[in-house]
């Protein structure tokens, strides 16, 4: 289109008028722009380019509000969360805080809550009631040990219910489970090797129903290895945000006679949020955990899918030739006064 409108301009065909005096053409003419007349040509075939562009059915990554959304959360109920490191502990302090993220949080999210300490346990299954949810919080009960991994574990088996996560078999072993006669539980080693191939590992991070926020303050002690159950929700595509929380020097004076100095594992956390495509975030003080938690809600309001963006370039090619058509009618109308007098 640009060579032919190249060659429209060089075989253009001058033509002659013969007037009595200049004095008539000069105000009709007026202040002349050549760059002008190339203008509205050059806007018609940037609106082609869009359109062509729009018949290809594009996509692009847009955030949007979310539909639908289920959320689960593993909070550390260890022995360490009676830490005074953050004011007026770790634990009310995690507690006030998670209990205000849940009450900014749209009404088309639900959310499950699971605790861990030596074990995890499912404190309140996945809802939309946030009465519910924050009275779940409320009942939390501190324990010895930190078992993260079966903090994750049970997370991704409240979050994916039709996975069929043999719980038993990945927390305690399937030798566990064999010597207590099975439990009717099914360990992830007895299924056939035809089903595993049939899980295929989906995109890190394209599971955009759900995720899981993991709160810990410590290292894990007992239980299974947590990066497992991170590769695992990896290749079922879930992200699993992670958020360590206390400070270095934080410790629980006079517990039994004895001193425990309890450190967060920031390295652990960050592999977890890594591998699964998640975030980690870092809290030493209450005010810092409510501004992560307040970063979460925007974000589990918001999500970013694949979306066709044809009616994007549409619209941008009907702006371009109204532009086309309206700088025509500005710039190259005749001039009233000197049609008049043509027609005189």
Same mark, same amino acid.
């Given at each position: 289109?640009?060579?032919?409108?190249?060659?429209?301009? &060089? &075989?253009?065909?001058?033509?002659?008028?013969?007037?009595?005096?200049?004095?008539? @053409? !000069?105000?009709?003419?007026?202040?002349? !722009?050549?760059?002008? +007349?190339?203008?509205?040509? =050059?806007?018609?075939?940037?609106?082609?380019?869009?359109?062509?562009?729009?018949?290809? /059915?594009?996509?692009?990554?847009?955030?949007?509000? #979310?539909?639908?959304?289920?959320?689960?959360?593993?909070?550390?109920? %260890?022995?360490?969360?009676?830490?005074?490191?953050?004011?007026?502990?770790?634990?009310?302090?995690?507690?006030?805080?998670?209990?205000?993220?849940?009450?900014?949080?749209?009404?088309?999210?639900?959310?499950?809550? $699971?605790?861990?300490?030596?074990?995890?346990?499912?404190?309140?299954?996945?809802?939309?009631? !946030?009465?519910?949810?924050?009275?779940? @919080?409320?009942?939390?009960?501190?324990?010895?040990?930190?078992?993260?991994?079966?903090?994750?574990?049970? %997370?991704?088996?409240?979050?994916?219910?039709? #996975?069929?996560?043999?719980?038993?078999? $990945?927390?305690?072993?399937?030798?566990?489970?064999?010597?207590?006669?099975?439990?009717?539980?099914?360990?992830?080693?007895?299924?056939?090797?035809?089903?595993?191939?049939?899980? !295929?590992?989906?995109? $890190?991070?394209?599971?955009?129903?759900?995720?899981?926020?993991?709160?810990?303050?410590?290292? &894990?002690?007992?239980?299974?290895?947590?990066?497992?159950? #991170?590769?695992?929700?990896?290749?079922?595509?879930?992200? $699993?945000?992670?958020?360590?929380?206390?400070?270095?020097?934080?410790?629980?004076?006079?517990?039994?006679?004895?001193? =425990?100095?309890?450190?967060?594992?920031?390295?652990?956390?960050?592999?977890?949020?890594?591998?699964?495509?998640?975030?980690?975030?870092?809290?030493?003080?209450?005010?810092?955990?409510?501004?992560?938690?307040?970063?979460?809600?925007? +974000?589990? %309001?918001?999500?970013? /899918?694949?979306?066709?963006?044809?009616?994007?370039?549409?619209?941008?090619?009907?702006?371009?030739?109204?532009?086309?058509?309206?700088?025509?009618?500005?710039?190259?109308?005749?001039? &009233?006064?000197?049609?008049?007098?043509?027609?005189?």
């Amino acid at each position: 289109m640009v060579l032919l409108y190249v060659w429209l301009l &060089r &075989r253009r065909v001058k033509t002659v008028v013969a007037f009595s005096s200049l004095s008539l @053409i !000069k105000p009709a003419l007026g202040k002349s !722009k050549p760059w002008r +007349r190339h203008v509205p040509p =050059f806007l018609l075939w940037l609106a082609l380019g869009c359109a062509l562009v729009g018949l290809a /059915r594009p996509k692009a990554q847009v955030t949007l509000p #979310a539909d639908f959304l289920t959320l689960v959360m593993a909070m550390d109920v %260890s022995r360490s969360m009676l830490a005074q490191d953050v004011p007026p502990s770790r634990i009310e302090a995690a507690q006030t805080a998670a209990k205000a993220f849940l009450s900014d949080l749209p009404s088309n999210v639900r959310v499950g809550i $699971v605790s861990f300490a030596g074990s995890a346990q499912l404190v309140q299954d996945v809802t939309d009631q !946030k009465d519910d949810l924050i009275a779940a @919080i409320d009942r939390f009960q501190l324990q010895r040990g930190t078992a993260t991994g079966s903090g994750l574990w049970l %997370s991704l088996a409240t979050l994916l219910p039709e #996975a069929g996560i043999a719980l038993e078999s $990945v927390v305690y072993g399937q030798e566990f489970v064999l010597s207590n006669g099975g439990g009717g539980a099914k360990p992830l080693d007895s299924k056939p090797k035809t089903e595993k191939k049939e899980l !295929k590992p989906m995109p $890190v991070g394209s599971y955009t129903a759900g995720a899981i926020v993991l709160l810990s303050d410590g290292r &894990r002690t007992t239980g299974p290895d947590p990066m497992e159950a #991170a590769q695992y929700a990896a290749n079922r595509g879930v992200r $699993v945000y992670t958020v360590a929380f206390g400070t270095p020097d934080g410790f629980i004076p006079g517990m039994e006679g004895y001193t =425990f100095y309890t450190k967060v594992d920031e390295e652990t956390l960050q592999a977890i949020a890594k591998v699964t495509g998640g975030e980690f975030f870092k809290a030493s003080n209450a005010d810092d955990l409510k501004v992560i938690y307040q970063k979460l809600s925007s +974000r589990f %309001s918001m999500e970013k /899918r694949e979306t066709e963006i044809t009616a994007l370039f549409v619209l941008g090619a009907v702006v371009l030739i109204a532009m086309a058509l309206l700088l025509s009618l500005i710039w190259f109308r005749q001039p &009233r006064a000197f049609t008049n007098h043509m027609q005189a």
